[in-house]
């Protein structure tokens, strides 16, 4: 590696770590745990996945989108079951990707990806703002100014910095700086420290103490699906949205191989589970990471935090990690999205703000789900819409229907509209040759229009057909000549 590449990666790798402290201790808090189980769980994911996942540049630790799953699980079982539910969770992520399902993430619309994009974009903005409480309550008065001016200045320094030199991470930049500020300053600001205090030792290795039955089986099953789909989907989402911005390849099936080991270790050695974090991943992105490095350095980081630096890390103002926050908010979402709403179709855009909304109110994975749903309904009506036929009279005195589209469940009621077997000739012919078949309901819809000439006592032939839909209708046992 060359040393430019080496600095860059270590830069950037350090920059991610200290984005990933405040998020990684907020998730644990929200799921009710030891913060110390979020920063394990950061530690070991986001080394391990740099290490041997598919996708170098791409950061992952204990994601907010998993701790949300996982709530009600921890409330009524406790901390034990969280844990088995983890390790199941990575192994059925493993198998997704030994099964070489990755591959299923091209199944998702542009759309869906611009309002994956903006929604997650718009939830960091709004999970900053709960540092700009103190307590249920907002702050007012001296400590709102102060803590406005700091985030303000964190920002200036990352947009700003970048004009001077390039030669270091804005972003690990203002921290530090805003930070060293704070302390010769004596500010009284918030710090990282006021969240939670992240002295510990190393994780340790232990088997999740509850009884291995039938009964913990259908408890914790539910909860390791969901987590499993939710964190493979961010993964694969944020993984397209690296390659794009790197524009290079990642390899999704070895990601979600990878991500599933991860999480297997981290439940295992008492830490959360995790997938990709966009945010995070921007972060390092827009600090020049891009090889491996950069990921094993921002998860090596979180431990030697938590082993030997706390006392200095606690010490970091939220409102520095709050500014750097909300650049990458501004940066994730994706504005060029506004400037095309007038000039891409009106179905797209609807996608685009429904997956943008969803994914702000619920979460990411039914927000994709429906946006696939909505694109998908879409894209069944157009093609519905483009079925044709053209008919013309033979010299023979039958009748030459000529069929156009595709024929599946969403148009069969328009293909059968078009024929009219009380008052066409004894002879029909379909010619198929530019017709395609699809699923069952295609066939259905054959076998029906035969029988319709059938009662009426006429003749259906048809030809053409392609092989693979000859297949088909012989399967079904549908007489097609």
């Known amino acids: 590696m060359k040393p430019a590449r080496l600095r860059a990666d270590v830069l950037a790798g350090l920059t991610t770590s200290f984005a990933l402290l405040p998020e990684c201790i907020a998730f644990a808090l929200v ?4 913060p110390l189980m979020g920063l394990y ?16 540049g791409m950061v992952s630790g204990a994601a907010g989108s998993m701790a949300v799953v996982i709530v009600a699980l921890v409330v009524q079982h406790g901390v034990q079951y969280l844990l088995a539910t983890v390790l199941l969770g990575g192994l059925i992520m493993m198998a997704f990707g030994l099964l070489r399902l990755g591959k299923l993430v091209r199944m998702v619309p542009h759309p869906v990806m611009l309002g994956f994009v903006n929604g997650l974009a718009i939830v960091i903005a709004l999970a900053q703002l709960e540092h700009f409480k103190n307590g249920e309550a907002w702050l007012s008065g001296a400590p709102l100014y102060l803590m406005a001016g700091l985030v303000a200045l964190t920002m200036a320094i990352v947009y700003l910095l970048p004009r001077l030199t390039r030669s270091v991470p804005p972003a690990l930049v203002a921290i530090l700086g805003v930070g060293l500020a704070v302390y010769l300053l004596g500010l009284p600001t918030r710090t990282l420290g006021d969240m939670a205090h992240i002295a510990g030792g190393l994780p340790a290795f232990a088997w999740p103490d509850i009884a291995w039955n039938l009964e913990t089986l259908l408890i914790v099953a539910p909860y390791a699906v969901i987590m499993a789909m939710v964190g493979l989907l961010e993964t694969l989402l944020t993984l397209n ?9 990642g390899y999704p099936d070895r ?3 990878a991500l599933g080991a991860a999480n297997v270790a981290s439940g295992l050695f008492g830490g959360m589970g995790g997938c990709a974090m966009i945010g995070q991943t921007m972060i390092n992105l827009s600090s020049g990471g891009r090889g491996r490095l950069s990921g094993v350095v921002a998860g090596v980081m979180v431990l030697l935090f938590v082993l030997f630096l706390s006392p200095l890390i606690e010490r970091i103002p939220l409102a520095a990690l709050v500014g750097v926050m909300f650049v990458v ?20 855009v609807l996608v685009i703000i429904a997956v943008t909304v969803i994914t702000v109110f619920t979460d990411l994975a039914i927000a994709v789900l429906c946006g696939i749903v909505i694109a998908a309904l879409n894209f069944a009506w157009q093609q519905a819409r483009e079925l044709y036929a053209d008919a013309q009279l033979e010299a023979d005195g039958s009748k030459l229907y000529r069929l156009h589209g595709t024929l599946f469940f969403a148009s069969t009621t328009p293909f059968l509209n078009l024929f009219d077997p009380a008052n066409d000739p004894a002879q029909v012919t379909l010619d198929c040759r530019h017709l395609r078949f699809v699923d069952y309901s295609a066939i259905a819809a054959l076998k029906t229009l035969r029988e319709r000439y059938s009662k009426a006592g006429k003749h259906l032939r048809v030809f053409h057909l392609s092989e693979r839909c000859k297949q088909m209708l012989k399967r079904a046992g549908v007489q097609h000549d």
Do not use: Y
Not at 31 to 34: E, I, P, V, Y
Not at 329 to 348: E, H, Y
């Open 31 to 34: 799921a009710h745990l030891n």
């Open 41 to 56: 769980g950061a530690f070991i994911i986001c080394t391990l996945t740099a290490l041997f996942g598919g996708r170098p």
């Open 241 to 249: 949205l690296t390659d794009e911005i790197t524009q290079s390849r």
């Open 255 to 257: 990601e979600c191989v």
């Open 329 to 348: 908010s501004q940066q994730t979402f994706a504005w060029a999205s506004l400037r095309v709403i007038n000039k891409v179709p009106r179905n797209d």
